[in-house]
Nanobody
Framework: VQLQASGGGLVQAGGSLRLSCAAS????????KGWFRQAPGKEREYVAG???????YYADSVKGRFAISRDNGVNTVYLQMNSLKPEDTGVYYC?????????????????WGQGTQVTVSS
């Protein structure tokens, strides 16, 4: 499946952004989905995920501030980011794989979007 991420931008600390990831296929509803991010000079890290059945998972660093959701009608997964902090800055990627369950390992994800930049100023 092809993925197109959007919604990044520049926001002040404490602000909010909503990222979107649109998929090319209706079968996207059957995929496990994830959001990852990569800050300059750092490795890519897991942010949030959703199993194909709709269970959600979060990294401890974003729990309570970020929320992953989906709209199967438009083949899109979202990442609502609230109370943003400067350390949330990075390129955010959506990813997916066709298998039951979910994963925090980026190596398990087969399909990736192009990334969208999020910059949080202090």
């Amino acid at each position: 499946v092809q993925l197109q991420a959007s919604g990044g931008g520049l926001v002040q600390a404490g602000g909010s952004l909503r990222l979107s990831c649109a998929a090319s296929e209706r079968a996207f509803s059957h995929y496990a989905k994830g959001w990852f991010r990569q800050a300059p000079g750092k490795e890519r890290e897991y942010v949030a995920g959703m199993s194909y059945s709709g269970n959600t998972y979060y990294a401890d660093s974003v729990k309570g501030r970020f929320a992953i959701s989906r709209d199967n009608g438009v083949n899109t997964v979202y990442l609502q980011m609230n109370s943003l902090k400067p350390e949330d800055t990075g390129v955010y990627y959506c990813a997916a794989f066709l298998r039951p369950g979910s994963s925090i390992q980026d190596g398990d994800y087969r399909d990736w979007g192009q990334g969208t930049q999020v910059t949080v100023s202090s």
